[in-house]
C-alpha cells in the first residue's frame, strides 16, 4: 500500500469519500434504503424538548396565576419559533444531511441557538421580552442559511436556484422579525402572525421550479420520534406535578384519578399515532407539505396536554387560581384537539367505512363532555381514550377478518 492511499496518512484526499471531514454536499435519493434518524439528528431532537419544556412550565405557571390569554398567546408564539426551526432542518436534513464535519457544526450551533431560546422563554412570560428567544431563533436559522449557501456552492441549474431562494428568504425573514422586538404590545401578535406567514411562503417559493429530494420514510420517522419526545415530556411534566402535590399536600387519594387519567390519556395518544405508518401516504409534495405544517397542532396539543394535566394537579391541591371547569378544559382541550387533527392528517387516509371515520372526532366530543365531570373529569378522558383505542383496535381486526374471508 502506497502511502497516498494509506488513511493513517492524515491526507483527506487519500480518504475514502464518506470518511472524508468535508465532502461536497449533494442530495440524496428519495428511494435510499434503510434511511432512519441519525444520532445527530436525535440529538437534536432532545435539545429542542429542553425548549418546549420551559415554555411548558411557564404558561403552568401564568395559567395558574388567572392569565390564561396572555399565557397561551406567549406560547403559541414561543412553539412557532420552536417548531418551525425544527421543521426546517429536518425537511434539510432529509434530503442534503451529508454527515461531514460541517454539516455537523451548522447543526451543533442550530441547537445552541434553541438553548438560547429556552434561556429567554421566561423573560417572554414574565416581561414580554422577547430579545433572548429572537436572538436563539435567528440563531439557528442563520446556521441553516448556511446550509443551503452550501448547497448553492455545490450545485447548477434550478437546483441551485432553489438552494439561493431558501437562503435569501431566510435572511430577509430575520431582518423582518425585528419588528416584533420593537412593535408595542397590542400589535406584537399581529406582526407576529404576519413574519410567521412569510416564513410558510419560503418554502413554496423557493421550490416552485424543483422539489427538495426528501425521504419519505425518513421524514415520517422524524415526526414520529419528535411525538414520542413531546409525549414523553408530557408523562415527566404531570409526573413532577403529582409527585409534588403528594409530597407537600399529602394528596394521594386526591391525585391518583388524576395520575390515572392523564397515564391513559398520553398511552391513547400515542397508540393512536401510531397506529398505522403514514410514509405510504407522502406520495407528493402537496401532501407532505399539509402534512407536515399540520404536525404544529399536532405537536403543540401534545405538549399542552402534559402542561393541563399539572394545571388540573395544582388546582387539585389549591395552587391554582382559576375554575376547577377552566382546568379540566387545559386537558380536555388540547386532548380533543389532538383526536381530531391526528384524523385529519393521518389515520382518515387508513380507514374506511363512516362507523371507523368517526371513532376519533367521535372520541375527541366524549373527552370535550368530560370537562364537566368535576373532579372525575381527567379519569373520565382517560378512559375515553382507551375506549377509543379498544374500538378502534376491535373494527381494525374484524374488517381485516373480513377481507380474509372474502379474498
Known sequence: MTSGSDPASGASGSLPPQLRPVRRISARRRDESHRVASPLELFFDLCFVVAIAQAGGQVVRV???GRAGEGLLDYAMIF??????WMQFSWFASAYDNDDVLYRLATLVQIAGVLVLAAGV????????????RLGYA????????????????????????????AGGVL???AGWLGVLVSPGPVRPWVFLAMAIAEICVSP?????????????????????????????????????????????????????????????VFAAWWICFAVPIHGHLRSRRQAF?????????????????????????????????????????????????????????????????I??????????????????????????GLVAALTVATGTALTVRTAAREARTA
Open 205 to 265: 417559493y423557493a421550490e416552485r421550479r424543483v422539489k427538495s429530494s426528501w425521504h419519505p420514510h425518513h421524514i415520517s420517522e422524524r415526526y414520529g420520534l419528535f411525538t414520542i419526545i413531546v409525549l414523553s415530556e408530557s408523562v415527566a411534566a404531570a409526573t413532577a406535578a403529582v409527585k409534588s402535590g403528594i409530597e407537600e399536600n399529602d394528596a394521594l387519594a386526591e391525585l391518583l384519578p388524576y395520575a390515572a387519567g392523564g397515564l391513559l390519556l
Open 290 to 354: 399539509v402534512w407536515g405544517y399540520g404536525h404544529y397542532v399536532i405537536f403543540a396539543s401534545a405538549a399542552a396536554l402534559g402542561a393541563g394535566i399539572e394545571i388540573a394537579v395544582r388546582k387539585e391541591v389549591g395552587h391554582a387560581d382559576l375554575s376547577r371547569l377552566a382546568a379540566n378544559a387545559t386537558v380536555t382541550v388540547p386532548m380533543a384537539v389532538y383526536l381530531v387533527t391526528v384524523w385529519a392528517l393521518h389515520s382518515r387516509f387508513f380507514t374506511a367505512g363512516v
Open 172 to 174: 430577509l425573514c430575520q
Open 139 to 166: 440563531v439557528m436559522r442563520l446556521a441553516l442559511t448556511a446550509q443551503w449557501l452550501r448547497v448553492a456552492g455545490a450545485t447548477t441549474g434550478t437546483e441551485r436556484g432553489m438552494a439561493l431562494r431558501y
Open 80 to 85: 412557532f419559533s420552536i417548531w418551525w426551526a
Open 356 to 381: 371507523r371515520q368517526l371513532v376519533l372526532p367521535g372520541s375527541a366530543g366524549a373527552i370535550l363532555a368530560c370537562t364537566f365531570a368535576g373532579h372525575w373529569s381527567i379519569l373520565a378522558a
Open 122 to 133: 421566561s423573560r417572554v412570560f414574565a416581561e414580554h421580552d422577547f430579545l433572548a428567544v
Open 63 to 65: 395559567i395558574a396565576d
